[in-house]
């Protein structure tokens, strides 16, 4: 799901539950390295919403999280910041840091 400025409240910081948002741009070459794993987990995590942000075309949303490497990731749990990370990682690092905030 891709977020913007418009969408971002209701789809994220209205949420119930988890939400784990991917700050990218296309010419990041780490950011297309985490993509394909960033898709499989969203189709694998139930009851986990994942969006991406790119960064070029929603530079506020990425002021406002004070985004200032990508990939960065961050995890929100109704509505709320509960981890913030960057960088590349294989897809179980990213299962587990995302299942450490499931209930």
Known sequence: MELTTDSFDEKVLQADGLVLVDFWAEW????????PIVDELASEL??????KVN????PDLARQFNI???????IFKSG???EQFSGSM???MLKERIGKHME
């Open 28 to 35: 990041c070459g780490p950011c297309k390295m985490m993509s």
């Open 46 to 51: 139930d009851g986990v919403v994942v969006g």
């Open 55 to 58: 960064v070029d075309n929603e």
């Open 68 to 74: 200032l490497s990508i990939p960065t990731f961050i």
């Open 80 to 82: 709320q910041v509960v």
């Open 90 to 92: 294989n897809k179980e």
